[in-house]
């Protein structure tokens, strides 16, 4: 079954309007995971607007199921996801000044530097991934680069699916059986909803993972936290 990563960036942009410590990433990441969720996802900026470097520290010691550090790999960020050790790394291609990851890495022109960065990752026994656009052959480059698994940006699915969900899909299934031909781990996630997921993980082939904020935690206003969960994870 596919597993629900649950991203908490949302939970840490609201601790952080007030300034002060609530509410709490590190309830949320307890909470998350005792509803249900098989996995935690941050994604810290150099800025810290949401997660800090504090709290990719503090989360680890209370993840009981998997920790996914997502971001741009700058020396920084190297160093302290090799510190901290996740389960799994999800590299992103974002400039500091992005508002949200919006392209997926280019895996040919920048395939000599995610090797030595995936290189460095797996020496120190954390599982990769990378963001990708659904294009063929940046599924064939993200193999070259040696990662374990790739993480397909689901944007353009989510924009199209309400006008045409064959059509929005269709790229993404060619992809996903190219990166199981080639013995490649799928992730998926942007923009993923209660409306556009169930569609997307009855048609992509080995969906090992989705990582959702946005949609999961904006739910969660009306519908509370461990209903939404639930629902998402019905709908894997
Ligand atoms: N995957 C990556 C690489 C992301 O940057 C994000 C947003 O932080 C997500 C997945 C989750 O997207 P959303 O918040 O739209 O569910």
Redesign the pocket.
Known sequence: MTKLSV?I?KIATIRNARGGVSPSVLDAAISCQRFGADGI?I?PRPDERHITRKDVHDIKPIIITEYNI?GYPSVDFIKMVIDVKPEQV?L?PDGPNVI??CAGWDTIKFQGYLKDIITEFKENGIRTSI?VDPNLEMIEGAKLCGTDRI?LYTEDYATQYSTNKEKAIFPYVLCAKKATELGLGINA????SLENLAYFAKEIPNLAEV??????ISDALYLGLENTIQMYKRLL
Do not use: P, R
């Open positions: 991203n960036n996802t994604h997502e999800t992103v949200t990851s963001f993480e996630g942007h923009d993923l990582s959702i904020g946005h949609a999961l």
